[in-house]
């Protein structure tokens, strides 16, 4: 006897819709996790920044006496001539590549910053005062929070 049933080959749209959500959450876990990879890395890039940092400015002041001011810190051809090997670059925060590599005074989000002072704990940031400079932090701003920091700040050895 010839069966007389018509066979429905495909999936059904409650089927395809099922699958469609499944590939969505996937996605999202993926795009998620991909992001704060991204900015582990980042944040990682900035604390090697301030570190290569720290180490060519103690290189200066055992040659020199004193840590160089801020103006000589925004300055390329100071820093070309003074800290040998120095990769301008590193002096830019990773989140913002088209930005200056110059640091400012003050902590802010998106770029270093390099404060100075005297003995005393007095701002040395002005030009001619370099001799002054015995003490500096270096701060970068983190993206999110690491062991409960926003910030990632290195000080003088001395």
């Known amino acids: 006897m010839i069966s007389l049933k018509k066979q429905n080959k495909g999936f059904t749209i409650v089927e395809l819709l099922i699958v469609i959500v499944v590939i969505g959450i996937l996605a999202l876990l993926v795009i998620t996790t991909y992001a704060g990879i991204q900015a582990k890395a980042r944040n990682t890039k900035r604390q090697t920044d301030l570190k290569s940092l720290q180490t060519k400015l103690e290189a200066f002041y055992n040659d020199n006496g004193y840590y160089p001011n801020l103006a000589d810190m925004q300055s390329d051809t100071w820093l070309a ?17 088209t930005q200056s590599n110059d640091p400012v005074a003050a902590p802010a989000a998106k770029v ?47």
């Open 81 to 97: 001539a003074n800290m040998k090997g120095f990769d301008l670059n590193s002096l830019v925060d990773p989140s913002n590549p």
């Open 112 to 158: 270093y910053a390099y404060a100075v002072t005297d003995a005393s704990g007095n701002s040395c940031a002005g030009a001619g005062n370099d001799v002054n400079c015995a003490k500096y932090t270096l701060t970068a701003t983190y993206e999110g929070t690491i062991n409960g920091q926003s910030t990632y700040a290195i000080s003088s050895l001395n």
